[in-house]
Nanobody, 122 residues
Framework: QVQLVESGGGLVQAGGSLRLSCAFS????????MGWFRQAPGKEREFVAA???????LYAGSVKGRFTISRDNAKNTVFLQMNSLKPEDTAVYSC????????????????WGQGTQVTVSS
């Protein structure tokens, strides 16, 4: 069974940076597509970024140019580097894993972590 554990969230001022990590265990990480999603209070979950097992990437328009997703197959970890953070980036960020193709739709990801809170103050 795949297990995902996020870390790296916290409180940061607008314009600052954070790096989220998601540790993967239970299966062969290098064969899984990974995604980051976020959910703000009172809002629907939304796609942030995804990376295929070949390290092809996909970003939501709202974060493109500011966020970077990457993976380290030797460490079974996916990262989300978040720069130029804005108050509207405040949310719980969750990573997800899929044995299929990289997608921006959370319904295609069967495995999810518990999430990590990111709060950006103005």
């Amino acid at each position: 069974q795949v297990q995902l554990v996020e870390s790296g969230g916290g409180l940061v001022q607008a314009g600052g940076s954070l790096r989220l990590s998601c540790a993967f265990s239970g299966r062969t990480f290098s064969t899984y597509a990974m995604g980051w999603f976020r959910q703000a209070p009172g809002k629907e979950r939304e796609f942030v970024a995804a990376i295929s097992w070949l390290s092809t990437t996909l970003y939501a328009g709202s974060v493109k140019g500011r966020f970077t997703i990457s993976r380290d197959n030797a460490k079974n970890t996916v990262f989300l580097q978040m720069n130029s953070l804005k108050p509207e980036d405040t949310a719980v960020y969750s990573c997800a894993a899929s044995g299929g193709n990289m997608r921006n739709d959370g319904s295609f990801y069967p495995y999810w972590g518990q999430g990590t809170q990111v709060t950006v103050s103005s």
